[in-house]
């Protein structure tokens, strides 16, 4: 009976170790697909976050690469960015004109074409070229490798003293921009190319194109103002000098006498250089002063009062035409009524003594003409174009006898063009000139008066010179000019 129950149960035995191997062999592949899922997915993961990070990088790398373009858009200086063999890869709107340049203008491209060639040899290149225009331009122009350079090799030192003054000025213009740029973009780049081993490859070659007329023109306007003030003061210096020298040890009243007259007309002289500088700087510094509603007469009044002593001295007629008093312009009367009296003072004193001198104002188109005549010297055609330019003398030596330094044009047109007006001028050669300055025509009421400036015609009939005064009763129907 005990061996039948054996045998009974093997079969029961049996089952029950083929379910515990079925049972071991699911655990083992749960297990082993558990772990492949584990690896699927952080591989999944892991390919995700980099295809982030890769856009991250990416979008980065655009928004750097944009703002980069737009700040070298946004210099005031040409940028051109070629490849180490010279081909252009870029340029900013600024050097853009350069390729569809015409005649003088073409140079600059060749220009850069040539120091491109230089700079690819590991150094930095500068030259200057000077365009005739029309317009006159200076444009300089400084071409270098860009080449990324380790804190510690200094070559960005060697650079920058091959690169000298000029580039550094250029660096001064420019910048803002640029500094802003470095701050925000300098450690992540240096950390990126030390990264991928780009310290020290050559990444191509720029060129930088910086307009310089106009600190030329005004380191020219400088020199020629310190060299012809200087000339002019030493003129009236250099007598006063002397005279001194010689009053000194001068014992006859007579000489002592003559020689004080010349010490103050050599004063007056230097005085009238210093004070009409003085004249130049305010109307120059003045150029948007308030203007307020002016009559044209009393402007022409004031400036005849001024020049009465030297009309005087001269026995001069002045045959003056004056508008009515309703005749306004809205100007600066100080300065309209210099620039008039300038032109006043030019025809007493280029003109021979006992001549006339006419002055006439009327109407041409919108605007008031205010006419000087001259019986004088006249100008050559070839001297009327400058004549307005600061310093400018027809007649030096004529000038240094019994004239100015050749500021009071200049006023003139500084005063005509602050207006909005302009300033003409007719001469022949022993006939005598003809200025007329135009200043647009303005309604409303006149500024109040200023009483101790204006003439008093009375005063002008027992003076040595004559003076004709003519009136037009209405300036809305004098005759205008050409009619």
């Known amino acids: 009976m005990s061996s ?99 005649h003088g203008e073409a140079l600059v491209e060749a220009t850069v074409a040539e120091l491109f060639a230089e700079a690819a040899g590991g150094r930095v290149a500068e030259r200057e070229v000077e365009l005739f225009g029309p317009p006159r331009r200076c444009l300089f122009i400084c071409a270098m490798p860009l080449r990324f350079a380790s804190a510690l090799d200094g070559s960005d030192d060697q650079l920058s003293r091959q690169s000298g003054p000029e580039l550094d000025q250029l660096n001064r213009q420019s ?42 023109r005004l380191d020219a306007m400088r020199r020629d103002f310190v060299s012809n003030i200087s000339h002019e003061l030493r003129t009236p210096m250099g007598a006063l000098s002397l005279l001194a020298e010689t009053l000194i040890g001068e014992t006859d009243p007579e000489v002592v006498s003559r020689l004080a007259v010349r010490v103050q007309t050599e004063a007056t002289r230097l005085s009238d250089i ?31 009062s001024r020049v009465k002593p030297a009309a005087d001295q001269k026995q001069m007629l002045l045959d003056v035409v004056l508008p009515s008093p309703d005749l306004v312009v809205r100007a600066d009367r ?16 280029y003109s021979e003594a006992g001549s006339q ?4 104002t009327r109407i041409n188109g919108d605007c008031v003409e205010v006419e000087v005549r001259d019986q004088g010297y006249g100008i050559p055609l070839n001297h ?7 310093f400018y003398q027809v007649d030096p030596a004529r000038e240094r006898t019994g004239g100015g330094i050749g500021l009071g044009l200049a006023i003139v047109r500084h005063v005509a063009t602050n207006h909005g007006g302009e300033v003409k001028v007719e001469s ?3 006939e005598g000139s003809t200025f007329k300055l135009l200043v647009p025509i303005s309604d409303g009421a006149p500024e109040p008066e200023a009483d101790s400036h204006d003439l008093d015609l009375a005063a002008w009939s027992g003076s040595r010179s004559a003076l004709a005064v003519g009136m037009q009763p209405d300036h809305r129907s004098a005759q205008p000019v050409g009619a």
Do not use: C
Request: charged content about 25%; hydrophobic content about 40%.
């Open 274 to 304: 210093v004070d009409d500088l003085l004249e130049l700087s305010r109307i120059e510094n003045n150029e948007t002063s308030e203007r307020y509603p002016v009559v044209i007469q009393q402007v022409v009044t004031e400036a005849l």
């Open 428 to 430: 022949k050669v022993g």
């Open 4 to 102: 039948v129950n054996v045998t009974g149960h093997l079969p029961w035995a049996g089952g029950i170790v083929v379910f515990v191997l079925l049972l071991a062999g699911l655990v083992l592949a749960g297990v082993v697909a558990w772990r492949e899922h584990r690896r699927f997915v952080g591989a999944e993961e892991n390919r995700r976050r980099n295809e982030a990070l890769h856009s991250r990088r990416m979008g980065e790398l655009a928004r750097s690469e944009t703002r980069l373009r737009l700040a070298l858009d946004a210099i005031t200086q040409g940028v051109i960015v070629a490849d180490s063999s010279g081909a252009v890869l870029y340029r900013n709107p600024y050097a853009q004109p350069f390729t569809e340049a015409r």
């Open 175 to 216: 910048g803002p921009e640029l500094d802003q740029l470095n701050r925000q973009s300098g450690p992540e780049l240096d950390n990126l190319n030390r990264q991928y081993g780009l310290v020290g490859q050559d990444f191509g070659l720029v060129a930088l194109i910086d307009d310089v007329t106009e600190p030329r």
């Open 357 to 360: 001198v006419g002055v006439t």
């Open 334 to 349: 100080r300065q309209l009524t210099t620039a008039v009296s300038n032109l006043l003072d030019n025809a007493i004193k």
């Open 384 to 390: 009327q174009k400058r004549i307005f330019e600061r």
